[in-house]
């Protein structure tokens, strides 16, 4: 097979205690890339890796990596990465030791674990601290020991299960980055689990929204922002407005369906607003001031609950205030039932 998926999984079914997990997963990751599976609790996307991991085993379909069924291979002969969200180093062991321990368990020359050691306390920034226990260490110095022990054995997939999360956002947003710029320097395959959508849209190559078991939309992150396929993404998303499309006004009433159109297009309409807007109007139920924007929660007269999003510096309407609002005809989405 000519460059082959880094992964392949296909019609993936699982099910506990009676209860479907998974139900017909099927997912292609190209060489180099990131997949990020996005979702809340309990929709499948922890099973599904742990499936790829060859920790949970599937009561149907196909897991392969680099063209190679591994469906019935054990973990350790899988080739994979793993970074834990609790990363698991080992306390008793040093820096260096926690990285070279996978290079030692298959038993690779002492020259070569100890070239591949150094290499990655480079590469993570940390070779000062190579003598140090994990309990020496911040969170995020243990997160970047974490990855480096992942990667030490030259794996063909990465897989990450919310490894950020534990981190304070001062520490987790540069660490993502350059998570990232680390990534593509490499060329490294992963597959990444969260339930953050910032995380899985600056980190992702493809997002995989998931609910119950089911991937809902699989896109590059842009395309996903931009064009949602379903209500439910969009709603899952928050980024969206959504209007009934039965009760709209000419020429967007529809007998089916409903329009979407991004929080950020809604606006207070004014002498420039266009012809062809959709008009709105709608009452302030209350107003939350941010670091970014001021959000607006409004309902309109048929009883729809829309988000307006205004500067900081703009004067907050009081909760009861009546607004005439404008959404441009060219951000306007239908999405079907």
Not at 32 to 45: D, E, I, M, P, T
Not at 265 to 274: E, G
Request: charge should be neutral.
């Amino acid at each position: 097979m000519a460059n082959p998926s880094a992964l392949l999984v296909q019609q993936a079914r699982l099910a506990l205690g009676g209860r479907p997990i998974l139900q017909g997963i099927d997912v292609a990751l190209p060489p180099g890339q990131v997949l990020a599976l996005l979702g809340g609790s309990g929709c499948g996307k922890t099973t599904l890796l742990r499936a790829i991991a060859g920790l949970q085993p599937l009561d149907g379909g196909t897991v392969a990596l680099a063209g190679r069924d591994v469906t019935a291979l054990p973990t350790a002969q899988r080739g994979i990465g793993v970074v834990f969200q609790s990363y698991a180093l080992f306390p008793n062991l040093s820096v260096a030791d926690n990285i070279a321990f996978g290079l030692q368990a298959r038993h690779a020359p002492a020259a070569q674990q100890q070239a591949r050691v150094a290499e990655l306390l480079q590469l993570i920034g940390l070779a000062e601290h190579a003598t140090k226990r994990p309990g020496q260490l911040s969170g995020g110095q243990r997160q970047r020991v974490a990855l480096a022990r992942a990667l030490a054995p030259h794996p063909s997939l990465l897989l990450l299960d919310e490894p950020f999360s534990a981190l304070d956002e001062s520490f987790r947003v540069p660490l993502r980055r350059s998570f990232r710029q680390l990534q593509r320097e490499l060329g490294q395959s992963c597959v990444l689990v969260t339930h953050d959508r910032d995380e899985a849209f600056e980190l992702a190559d493809q997002v995989a929204v998931m609910f119950d078991g089911r991937i809902e939309q699989c896109s590059p992150p842009a395309e996903l922002w931009q064009r949602p396929r379903t209500l439910r993404v969009a709603q899952f998303l928050g980024a969206f407005n959504p209007l009934d499309a039965r009760s709209a006004p000419e020429p967007w009433r529809r007998d089916t369906g409903c329009w979407i159109a991004p929080i950020t297009a809604l606006q207070i309409a004014s002498a420039h607003t266009p012809a062809n807007a959709w008009r709105l109007d709608a009452q302030v139920r209350a107003a939350h001031p941010g670091r970014t924007h001021t959000c607006v929660e409004l309902q309109t007269s048929g009883d729809q609950t829309l988000v307006l999003n205004l500067p900081p510096e703009a004067t907050a309407p009081a909760p009861g205030e009546r607004l005439s609002l404008a959404l441009p005809a060219e951000a306007l989405q239908w999405l079907a039932d």
